[in-house]
């Protein structure tokens, strides 16, 4: 396999994103086809020519299904507002393309196991904006779980923050009702912490919660005096217990002020403790229970080329990884999946338990009852 075509709908945040990540995945690693960048779509038409002439797309329109139908296009990438996702990436699925979607996968848990089944029907391959898994600071915190380093995990703490919505007077926008964003903050935020719990810990097996709205209302503009409900959560809070037994406590908010990606956990084992916070994502912290007391505290170990794929983008350590190259090696974690002919892990079906467990959160919040993940 040569090349594989990319198709990217959207060019936000995460538009932008994809595209530099496919521009990089096999100049970075070297072992992956070349991605060929050949249609972007966004909407006006205009924007779309700009963006793919900047990004350096070979086509560009304002109709993603021309774009699907494309035969030059391998690859679907997603990146628009999550009430979009699921018609997308069901008719890239139907016209034979593998789905590179961003998080959350859809609205509702229903849409979300409708594409997972679409998935397994025609044989794509898929993965979803799970970036923060790709951090090689993550990937090393897995192996000093894994082989023992701090004991057996029995606690897992953590939390997401950001201030996107603490301002009480920002204006209301799609972003606060049910039928246009789904989840507030869990379906933003959260479900990145999810994520991470589950590849340090494990599947959640059963959880309680509480929600709260901060901001019940929010100005039509800047100065209106007309007013519009925010229906999703601005904070979650959750006790888990993984199916290993182990017990979690995790909470999340928009309105957080002054954190910016705050996601941070502490993973506490009967022999030491791993922290992370993603605002420092190039370092870990790591205490073992070992060596004479009067020595013993937490170590930072600043990530480096013993942290792999850290090498692949810098020969030294401590020379940072920043957020758009965790999106390079998702990108080259699907590429490679896709030349060898088997899954990208997180392909639809582990996200799926990740998106399952923020519904879950958000159902234990509203009924006050303990949810049973099934
Ligand atoms: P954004 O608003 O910055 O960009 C969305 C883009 O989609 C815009 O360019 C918009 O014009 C385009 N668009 C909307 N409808 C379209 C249509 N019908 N046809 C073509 N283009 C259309 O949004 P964003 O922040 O990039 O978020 C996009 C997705 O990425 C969301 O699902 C969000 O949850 C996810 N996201 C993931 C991360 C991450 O870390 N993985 C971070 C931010 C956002």
Redesign the pocket.
């Known amino acids: 396999m040569k090349s594989l075509g990319i198709g990217l709908?959207?060019?936000?945040?995460?538009?932008k994103c994809h595209a530099l990540a496919y521009r990089s995945a096999r100049a970075v690693f070297g072992d992956v086809p070349e991605a060929r960048l050949e249609v972007l779509?966004?909407?006006p038409g205009d924007?779309a020519s700009a963006f793919a002439d900047q990004f350096g797309f070979a086509r560009a329109t304002?109709d993603?299904m021309d774009l699907v139908a494309d035969p030059k296009v391998d690859i679907v990438c997603i990146?628009?507002?999550?009430k979009?996702?699921k018609e997308m990436a069901l008719a890239a699925l139907e016209a034979g393309k593998h789905v590179h979607l961003?998080?959350?996968m859809a609205l509702t848990m229903e849409d979300a196991r409708i594409l997972l089944a679409a998935a397994d029907k025609t044989g794509a391959r898929t993965i979803v904006?799970?970036?923060?898994l790709h951090n090689p600071a993550i990937g090393h915190a897995r192996k000093l779980i894994e082989d023992g380093a701090i004991g057996r995990i029995v606690h897992f703490r953590g939390m997401v923050d950001e201030d996107y919505q603490a301002d009480p007077e920002l204006a209301w926008t799609w972003r606060a009702t049910k039928a246009d964003a789904g989840l507030g903050t869990l379906?933003?935020l959260g479900c990145?912490l999810i994520s991470l719990a589950t590849a340090l810990v494990g599947p959640v097996e059963s959880l309680m919660a509480e929600t709260r709205t901060v901001h019940e209302t929010r100005p039509m503009g800047e100065g209106s005096d007309e007013r519009r409900p925010v229906e999703n959560e601005d904070i979650a809070s959750a006790l888990l217990t993984f199916e290993n037994g182990v017990h979690g406590v995790i909470s999340t908010s928009r309105s957080a002020w002054g954190r910016k990606s705050y996601i941070a956990f502490e993973v506490h084992g009967t022999e030491g403790m791993i922290t992370f916070d993603q605002e420092r994502m190039n370092e870990l912290r790591l205490y073992q229970n070992r060596g004479p007391v009067s020595e013993q505290g937490f170590k930072t170990l600043l990530t480096g080329p013993a942290h792999p794929p850290y090498g692949q983008f810098v020969p030294a350590a401590g020379h940072q990884l920043g957020f758009n190259d965790l999106k390079i090696i998702e990108a080259h974690t699907f590429l490679k999946a896709i030349a060898e002919g088997r899954e990208a892990v997180p392909s639809f079906k582990e996200a799926l338990h990740f998106e399952a467990v923020i519904h879950a959160i958000a159902e234990a919040g509203e009924t006050g009852r303990r949810v049973t993940l099934k």
Do not use: A, Q, R, S
Not at 79 to 82: E, L
Not at 129 to 132: A, I, L, T, V
């Open positions: 709908i959207g060019t936000g945040f995460m538009g779509c966004d909407v924007k304002d993603w990146t628009t507002p999550n979009v996702h961003e998080k959350p904006g799970y970036n923060y379906g933003d990145h």
